[in-house]
């Protein structure tokens, strides 16, 4: 085949413990999903999953360093569990959903904050305040038999050694199985799709120069220095 220009490469993920990488199809998110978050962002304390998504070279595998992203004053962080689908399907039932599941990560979902305010004010779209360029830090991918599924354990970030986001995954409002099960209602999930399941209270500005050091029990941790 040819084509006018060289098409993009890949995007991936490195896996844990291993050489192999996992081929990224579409990132999807979701909002709102824990009660204290959407408490903090004066919303019902369990409303129905909603998603969003971010383009898959937007995620920066590793961490390391992320370039603070321009048009915002109000650049905030959310660490969350990521799920990583090995298989998909549409209209999946809960109790079949974690069939699909090849491993979990530890994933940022960097928000401009202001400009998504301001969208909802104007009820516009949020594309700009969540799929920006080098928007969504991941780490290693955990292979689902290293870890499990982790439906319980603390989920958290600082900054600059600051403790800002303190939670647990068990108070997930809507959990992984669901999740995955309502996403499959709306589109075709398949193999390489990865999920940000929602963030825990303490969302906070960042600023360029700042350290993002995030983790989640059991699956691993993710530092980002925002340059």
């Not at 050489?19 to 959407?38: E, I, K, M, S, T």
């Not at 129905?48 to 971010?54: C, Q, V």
């Not at 068990?170 to 999930?189: D, F, G, H, N, P």
């Amino acid at each position: 085949m040819s084509y006018v220009f060289p098409p993009a490469p890949q995007v991936s993920v490195p896996v844990a413990g291993s050489d192999a990488r996992f081929p990224v199809r579409r990132v999807y998110c979701v909002g709102r999903n824990y009660a204290d978050h959407a408490a903090e962002m004066g919303a019902d304390r369990r409303e129905p999953p909603f998603f969003f998504s971010k383009p898959a070279d937007a995620l920066v595998a590793g961490g390391s360093e992320v370039r603070f992203p321009p048009a915002t004053d109000n650049l905030q962080h959310e660490v969350e569990l990521v799920v990583a689908l090995a298989a998909g399907g549409a209209d999946i039932e809960p109790s079949q959903a974690l069939a699909l599941v090849y491993g979990y990560a530890v994933g940022l979902d960097l928000t401009r904050r202001d400009l998504q305010l301001a969208a909802k004010d104007k009820g516009h779209p949020w594309d700009m305040a969540k799929g920006f360029d080098q928007s969504a830090p991941i780490g290693a991918i955990q292979p689902l038999p290293a870890v499990g599924h982790p439906a319980s354990g603390a989920i958290w970030l600082k900054v600059n050694g600051q403790l800002r986001q303190n939670g647990d995954l068990q108070q997930m409002s809507w959990k992984v199985a669901e999740v995955i099960a309502k996403l499959s209602t709306y589109v075709a999930l398949a193999p390489g799709d990865l999920i940000f399941t929602g963030t825990p209270a303490g969302v906070s500005k960042v600023q360029r120069g700042d350290l993002l050091e995030a983790g989640i029990d059991g699956v691993g941790e993710l530092t980002v220095r925002l340059v």
